[in-house]
């Protein structure tokens, strides 16, 4: 896990610099600034090592073509045994990049399985990729004749940029082509067919989990778990100690008398992991705020609320490992959101904001974990978000999702067939336990209402006009180009689709 800066048709490695200089937060572990000999780039990588840690620095260079990249491929040990490894030279994951594209198959890309962003240059062209969900963040920006890369927005700050540009996810662009769409996201299925049985779906889906689970902790350094003591984190974590080969470390964080921290020990002992936790309080929460707002690159209300305990989680975890599980992505699969309910009785309508909602997290939960994980160097991986799991939960119909549990009383059950297929791995009670978001099971929202009124001087609560006002001020003064930040902000304003 890192972070980039690729600059093309740009003589200018002082800049390249300054750039990077910018995200070194997202690789601890070394900086590095090449410039090729007969490649017109500059490019400057900030590395995190997870995987080949004694030889995977970057930038990688294979004849006169050289890669930047950004993420894990999980299938590189099966794409290096495709390809030969005599041709290998790193025991990084990222320079499969480098040999599929030098294969020429027409759609290389589509070969790799994981969460990535990548710049790959030759002497005649710059080519750049992002991963199908856009879990990894990739932005580009004209300078004069030449192209501008970089894994955050804060990069380009104070350089009088009047546009970026995010590259989409499952998106490439290549100087000689353009953009292309490499991946569509699948539509989602709506309803059962006539006398179709429900049972092989949720036990295919629970294989379907392992695997993915199993895959997403490949890695060189030990891997830990979020646990929110929520379904979603929880689910992950009780996959994934039953595949370590040591004891789970999980990490939980929340006010004292957060619902999260207790359901969260509940799991940790069930699943016997190596449990931490951290408890903050109102002060905490002011003390953090510039920096979660910095960091975040938006100043969204419900972004910034989600991102106050992540900043806590990650600081935890940065204490004890290097690379952690999350669940993000389960409530945009299998219909985990309280305004999910009103779409019980219209499940076609339900796939379909589904569908829509999983194509928005690049900008929304997906950028609220990378920036806040990265900001500490930590690597956040989310394993519902594995493209054959994504697939696969995409053809369950959508009926079985948010599934009307009770004809008499029409309740609604959220994610019912993920509980179900799950539901032996933990306490029933715990499985079946309603959803609450991050920041108020973990007691974010009270004590931030709190903090806010004495900071704003007002009654609690703090109306969401004064709070967000107080959000983009804070942001305004970190930035010197605070306008170009906030024009690509993420914010959950999205449109959903009509009931």
């Not at 359901?263 to 002060?283: C, K, P, Q, T, Y």
């Not at 053809?395 to 067939?417: R, Y």
């Not at 978001?437 to 709190?450: A, H, I, M, Y």
């Amino acid at each position: 896990m890192c972070g980039f800066v690729c600059l093309w048709n740009i003589n200018d490695q002082e800049l390249a610099r300054r750039m990077i200089g910018k995200i070194a937060h997202r690789g601890p572990d070394e900086v590095r600034v090449s410039q090729a000999a007969n490649v017109p780039a500059i490019m400057a990588h900030c590395r995190l090592s997870i995987i080949g840690p004694e030889n995977g620095s970057q930038p990688i260079y294979n004849a006169e073509d050289i890669l930047v990249a950004n993420g894990e491929i999980y299938n590189y040990a099966d794409l290096r045994a495709i390809l030969g490894e005599s041709a290998f030279e790193t025991e990084s994951d990222s320079e499969t990049i480098l040999h599929l594209f030098r294969a020429g198959e027409l759609r290389w890309i589509t070969k790799l399985d994981g969460m990535f962003a990548f710049v790959l240059a030759t002497p005649e062209r710059i080519i750049a990729a992002r991963d199908p969900l856009g879990i990894k963040p990739l932005f580009m920006a004209r300078i004069g004749n030449g192209l501008a890369f970089a894994s955050e927005l804060k990069a380009y700050d104070g350089l009088g940029l009047s546009e970026v540009e995010a590259i989409d996810p499952g998106a490439m662009f290549d100087s000689i082509d353009g953009f292309r769409e490499w991946y569509r996201m699948p539509q989602g299925a709506a309803e059962l067919e006539p006398g179709e049985d429900a049972e092989p779906i949720w036990r295919e889906l629970r294989l379907v989990l392992e695997t993915a689970v199993r895959k997403w902790m490949v890695a060189d350094v030990e891997v830990g778990a979020f646990l929110s003591g929520g379904l979603d984190s929880s689910l992950i974590a009780a996959l994934a100690a039953g595949a370590a080969d040591r004891p789970l470390k999980t990490f939980s964080v929340g006010t004292t008398a957060s619902p999260d921290l207790a359901a969260a020990r509940r799991v940790a002992e069930h699943i016997g992991s190596d449990h931490h936790e951290l408890v903050f309080g109102a002060d905490d929460l002011m003390e953090i705020l510039p920096q979660v707002i910095y960091h975040l690159e938006s100043a969204d209300i419900d972004l910034v609320r989600s991102a106050l305990p992540t900043h806590f989680a990650a600081t935890l975890a940065r204490r004890h490992v290097k690379a952690v599980l999350t669940g993000e992505g389960a409530d945009e699969l299998f219909a985990g959101y309280a305004y999910h309910h009103a779409y019980a009785r219209k499940p076609r309508a339900l796939a379909d904001e589904l569908t829509r909602s999983l194509g928005a997290m690049h900008n929304i939960n997906l950028q609220r974990v990378d920036r806040i994980t990265m900001a500490q160097g930590l690597e956040a991986r989310t394993p519902f978000l594995d493209r054959d799991l994504i697939d696969f939960a995409q053809s369950i119909p959508a009926s079985l999702k948010m599934k009307i549990t009770d004809a008499a009383t029409q309740e609604t059950t959220e994610k019912w067939i993920l509980r179900k297929a799950c539901e032996e791995l933990l306490p029933a009670d715990l499985v079946w336990r309603r959803k609450a978001q991050f920041d108020e099971g973990s007691g974010t929202v009270d004590v931030l209402n709190e903090a806010l009124s004495r900071r704003l001087g007002l009654t609690p609560p703090v109306d969401r006009e004064s709070e967000g006002g107080l959000y983009e001020r804070i942001l305004r003064d970190q930035y010197e180009d605070p306008d170009l930040i906030l024009e690509n902000a993420g914010m959950w304003s999205a449109g959903r689709v009509t009931v």
